[in-house]
Every structure is written in structure tokens, then in C-alpha cells.
T-cell receptor, first 110, second 113 residues
Framework: GQQVMQIPQYQHVQEGEDFTTYCNSS?????IQWYKQRPGGHPVFLIQ?????EVKKQKRLTFQFGEAKKNSSLHITATQTTDVGTYFC??????????FGAGTTVTVRA | SQTIHQWPATLVQPVGSPLSLECTVE??????LYWYRQAAGRGLQLLFY??????ISSEVPQNLSASRPQDRQFILSSKKLLLSDSGFYLC????????????FGPGTRLTVL
């Protein structure tokens, strides 16, 4: 079945620095979504990418969907303490389910 | 607007006891409904999903079951809890049809002792 892998599992970032988390699928995806889960909270939808090579920005967050629609990345610039949490990617192939990656848990050093 | 409710928020149960977690969605019709489990510090494991009343698909073999007695009600149950059932249980919904954006409930934190 479809598998979605995320790296790194943990990301420790100095406040103000940039970082990137990556998501790779074993199969071609119809779309990919990103969610953020704050500590103690539930996942919240951030964005969906549909087109090959698509790039979307939300303030300091840049999301990219690969040309082959099998990988994606999330790049955060000038990390702030509000960026703390776990970021999940989730890919949809053809049916009613999303396959979630294991997530990248981000901690920020002030 | 749509809202999703889960209860209880936290639950401590002894091994071997039954379980019933409830999820309801308001403001939409015929949603897709999902149950996920998240072990401490881990990712989301899809347990069940439903595209309609009494239409339940199970993703992993386990001692849990799910039911959808009404269009916007999704229940997760167990007859006898195991220690390994501890975790954070999340209900989610998406619009009918393709599984696009999923909206998660606040979750139930279950501890089995």
C-alpha cells in the first residue's frame, strides 16, 4: 500500500534560522496536504498542493510539490517560537483515505 | 460553519474494561468520517473510515470496532481494553467524496492501566 515518509523526525532549530522538512511517497499522489499539531493539540490543516511543481507560500512557510507528485517539502524561514509543533504531510492517491507521514517535531531554542 | 465534537476529552480505564468514544459533526451532510490513533510522540494511524451510515472500513486488525448509527455520528468501541490501546484518539471529517482536507476534533486521551 501507499507509504508516506517524512524526514527528519525531529528538528531542533535556533530561533531565527531556517529549516526544511521533507515528505516522500512510494506512489504518485493526487494531492498532498500539510497539517500542524501544536503540543497537546490536534492536527490543523495548513495547505493543499495539487499541481505538479506547485509552490505555495503562507507568510514564512513555503510549500512545494515535486514534479513527479511523489514528494513535497515545507521550508520555514526565520523560525519563531510559535512554529513549535509537529508538522505532518498527508498524501491522497485515489480513494477516501489520506496516508499521513510520521511527522517532524520542531523545537525552537530562543 | 462546521464543527466537530469529541468526548470525553480524557479517559482512564482499567485493562479489560469496555470503551465507547463518541464523535459528532455539525454543519455538514454525509461527511466522510475517520478515527485515528496517535501513540505518544508518534504519527497518525488510521483505524477506521466511513463514507456513509453503516459503511465502515477497518484499516488495521485490532480489538476496536467502529459504528456510524447516524449520518454525523461516529463511535469507537471496544469490549475489552488492552494496555496497548492507550493513546490519543482523533476523529476527523472531510467533505463527501474524495478525501481532501480533513478537519480534526479535539481528541480523546485514553490511558489504560
Amino acid at each position: 500500500g501507499q507509504q508516506v515518509m517524512q524526514i527528519p523526525q525531529y528538528q531542533h532549530v535556533q530561533e531565527g534560522e531556517d529549516f526544511t522538512t521533507y515528505c516522500n511517497s512510494s506512489t504518485t499522489l493526487s494531492n498532498i496536504q500539510w497539517y500542524k499539531q501544536r503540543p497537546g493539540g490536534h492536527p490543523v490543516f495548513l495547505i493543499q498542493l495539487v499541481k505538479s511543481g506547485e509552490v505555495k507560500k503562507q507568510k514564512r512557510l513555503t510549500f512545494q510539490f515535486g514534479e513527479a507528485k511523489k514528494n513535497s517539502s515545507l521550508h520555514i524561514t526565520a523560525t519563531q517560537t510559535t512554529d513549535v509543533g509537529t508538522y505532518f504531510c498527508a498524501g491522497r492517491s485515489r480513494d477516501y483515505k489520506l496516508s499521513f507521514g510520521a511527522g517532524t517535531t520542531v523545537t525552537v531554542r530562543a | 460553519s462546521q464543527t466537530i465534537h469529541q468526548w470525553p476529552a480524557t479517559l482512564v480505564q482499567p485493562v479489560g474494561s469496555p470503551l465507547s468514544l463518541e464523535c459528532t459533526v455539525e454543519g455538514t451532510s454525509n461527511p466522510n468520517l475517520y478515527w485515528y490513533r496517535q501513540a505518544a510522540g508518534r504519527g497518525l494511524q488510521l483505524l477506521f473510515y466511513s463514507i456513509g451510515i453503516d459503511q465502515i472500513s477497518s484499516e488495521v486488525p485490532q480489538n476496536l470496532s467502529a459504528s456510524r448509527p447516524q449520518d454525523r455520528q461516529f463511535i469507537l468501541s471496544s469490549k475489552k481494553l488492552l494496555l496497548s490501546d492507550s493513546g490519543f484518539y482523533l476523529c476527523a471529517w472531510s467533505e463527501a467524496g474524495a478525501a481532501d482536507t480533513q478537519y480534526f476534533g479535539p481528541g480523546t486521551r485514553l490511558t489504560v492501566l
